[in-house]
Nanobody, 121 residues
Framework: VQLQASGGGLVQAEDSLRLSCAAS????????MGWFRQCPGKEREIVAAIRWSGDYTYYADSVKGRFTVSRDNAKNMVYLQMNSLKPEDTAVYYC???????????????WGQGTLVTVSS
């Protein structure tokens, strides 16, 4: 199984960024997908999650109304559209896959390598 996250970069506050995650080696449509982020010295936290069917999503309170998670099961892709970015969104962002629905990192079996998002003020 391989999850390849991309799309990170250096942006200014209020800018937008779209992260992508390409999945291979698994039956993608069977997996719930999550986006997590981690700052140095902090625990990895859930940002957003989307059910295997795409009909249910979850967002952390800190990103509600600004971030949108979506998926394309035909392309084995999951996306995170991030708008109105804030400096506190600066982190390494990871995509992850889980057979069960959940918002805890321990529930996710497969992880991508992470992509760095830096938001300057």
């Amino acid at each position: 199984v391989q999850l390849q996250a991309s799309g990170g970069g250096l942006v200014q506050a209020e800018d937008s960024l779209r992260l992508s995650c390409a999945a291979s080696g698994l039956t993608f449509s069977n997996y719930n997908m999550g986006w997590f982020r981690q700052c140095p010295g902090k625990e990895r936290e859930i940002v957003a999650a989307i059910r295997w069917s795409g009909d249910y999503t979850y967002y952390a309170d800190s990103v509600k109304g600004r971030f949108t998670v979506s998926r394309d099961n035909a392309k084995n892709m999951v996306y995170l559209q991030m708008n109105s970015l804030k400096p506190e969104d600066t982190a390494v962002y990871y995509c992850a896959a889980a057979r069960i629905w959940g918002t805890y990192a321990r529930q996710y079996a497969y992880w991508g390598q992470g992509t760095l998002v830096t938001v300057s003020s």
